[in-house]
Structure formats: C-alpha cells, structure tokens
C-alpha cells in the first residue's frame, strides 16, 4: 500500500510560498525522498491563470491579485470557504496513465460530495465536476441549468502531480465575477451551501479521507 501523508494548513495559506513548498516535495517525491502528499488548505482571495488562460476571460484585473501557474487549464477563483487540495502524488505508480489520473481525480471529488448526496457528475468538454439545478430555469435548448461546485487543474513533472482540486464549499460566490471561470461562460458556479447544506470544510475533509482509497486504490483505472 502506497503512504499518503496528510496534512491540514490552518488559516489562509499565502499562494506563492505554498506553491514553492509544494513543488519541493514533489520534487523530493519524485527523488524517493518523502512520501506521497495532500494537503488540505484556504487561500486568500486571488485569481490564477493556468496554461491555458486567455486575457479576455480576465474581467476584472484590479479586483483581487492575479498570479500565472504552470498548472493545467484557464482562469480560477481561489478564497475562503473554498477546499484547495493539493495533491502530490506519484502517477507512474498509480498506473502511469495521466488522462486515467485525472479520472480518479473527478472519481474522487464525485464519491466525496456523494457523503452529502449531491450528485456530482462530468461533462465532455467542460472540466471539473457539474451538479444539474432543476431548481433553476433550463437552458435556451431546453436542457437543465448546470452549475460548476469543483474544479481540477493539475501539473506532472518527473510523474509527480502537483496542484490538484478546488471544491467550493462557501465561499463567496460573487468573487467568481471578475473572471470567466475556466473559459465557461454559458454556465454557473455553486458551493455546498449555496445548494442548502449545511456543510462545513471539517465535514468535506473527512468525507474526502474517507472516499480517497476507492477513487485511487480500488476502482478500475479509467472507469467511473
């Protein structure tokens, strides 16, 4: 069995120095020097842009600090009430199949908010995790409102993975305004509690520790 350490950062991590400890023990995963990791943190409010981020979908620059990372994918929110998960682990020993990878990512963020009996699901095309809003009028072609609750952008280098999972929880959701988050502009963000649960980031944790073996462990490499 593979050792995953985990580990809880307390108040609003600063990014840029949480992100250079991440990459150091990635690297010193990838080294054979530390065991895998994740870690369970809030930052304050600030906009990312992944590889892919266009200027235009910034749409408000001067709101919050804009910081550009090597992760996968286009502009995200980060704040409060938000659960980041950083996850470092080593892909080659879980299969060495990165698009599989990422499946278990979605398969994992998909078990957990099942604890909660939200129904998370993924859409081609459209990264992250979706839930459907009957409560909400459908779209133009008739199909039902979606909203994005999670979002996944993850970078490897020398097979270790590192940024991970965004899932919103409560954070404040007008701060999604000032960007078009990751390039989607037809669809709608929600959290946990804007859904009316009362869910607090403790509650995710531990349904996140309590789904991560079936999603990475157990279940079939690329099926849902």
Not at 51 to 77: E, H, K, M, N, W
């Amino acid at each position: 069995m593979i050792l995953v350490e985990w580990t809880h950062l307390p108040g609003l991590a600063p990014y840029e120095p949480t992100l250079a400890a991440m990459e150091a023990r990635a690297e010193a995963i990838a080294r054979g020097e530390a065991d895998e990791a994740i870690w369970l943190l809030e930052h304050p409010p600030l906009y990312t842009a992944g590889t892919s981020a266009r200027d235009a979908d910034l749409v408000d620059p001067g709101r919050f600090p804009v910081i550009r990372t090597g992760r996968g994918g286009q502009y995200t929110y980060h704040g409060p009430g938000q659960r980041i998960v950083y996850t470092m682990l080593d892909v080659r020993a879980r299969g060495g199949d990165v698009r599989c990878f990422v499946r278990a990512l979605e398969r994992w963020v998909i078990a957990a908010l099942a604890e909660f009996n939200v129904t998370g699901e993924i859409r081609p095309g459209r990264v992250g995790v979706w839930v459907v809003r009957p409560d909400r009028p459908a779209n133009p072609d008739c199909s039902p409102a979606e909203d994005k609750i999670a979002a996944i952008g993850i970078k490897i280098r020398r097979w270790v993975s590192f940024h991970g999972i965004s899932i919103n929880v409560e954070p404040d959701l007008s701060h999604f305004s000032g960007i078009v988050p990751c390039g989607i502009r037809d669809h709608g963000v929600t959290s946990l509690v804007d859904l009316g649960l009362p869910v607090t980031l403790a509650d995710l944790d531990a349904a996140l520790l309590k789904t991560f073996p079936a999603a990475f462990d157990s279940a079939p490499a690329c099926g849902m």
